[in-house]
Nanobody, 121 residues
Framework: QVQLVETGGGLVQAGGSLRLSCAASGSFFSINDMGWYRQAPGKRRELVATMASGGNTNLADSVKGRFTISRDNAKNTVYLQMNSLKPEDTAVYYC???????????????WGKGTLVTVSS
């Protein structure tokens, strides 16, 4: 059973910083893309940042220059450093990973349970 466990959410004032971590555990062959999505109240889930196993990144325009995604492949862990946080960053942040469980098997999408980030003004 593959699990993604997020840590690092919380309450922070506008302009502050938080670092999210997400570790993948269980039995699998490889992790392809790994990253973060978020969902604010009343809104659809949206991409924040993703990183491929080779290092290519994709960040939403709204977080470029403020958020940084990084990854430790040896630890099967992805990080999201969030600086200069704004109230509009308030959301539940979900870890996502596209994982191949066994060789010659198709990759599948896995999600963490989410961690709440609240930015006060």
């Amino acid at each position: 059973q593959v699990q993604l466990v997020e840590t690092g959410g919380g309450l922070v004032q506008a302009g502050g910083s938080l670092r999210l971590s997400c570790a993948a555990s269980g039995s699998f062959f490889s992790i392809n893309d790994m990253g973060w999505y978020r969902q604010a109240p009343g809104k659809r889930r949206e991409l924040v940042a993703t990183m491929a196993s080779g290092g290519n990144t994709n960040l939403a325009d709204s977080v470029k220059g403020r958020f940084t995604i990084s990854r430790d492949n040896a630890k099967n862990t992805v990080y999201l450093q969030m600086n200069s946080l704004k109230p509009e960053d308030t959301a539940v942040y979900y870890c996502h990973a596209r994982i191949t469980k066994a060789i010659l098997r198709n990759a599948m999408d896995y999600w963490g349970k989410g961690t709440l980030v609240t930015v006060s003004s």
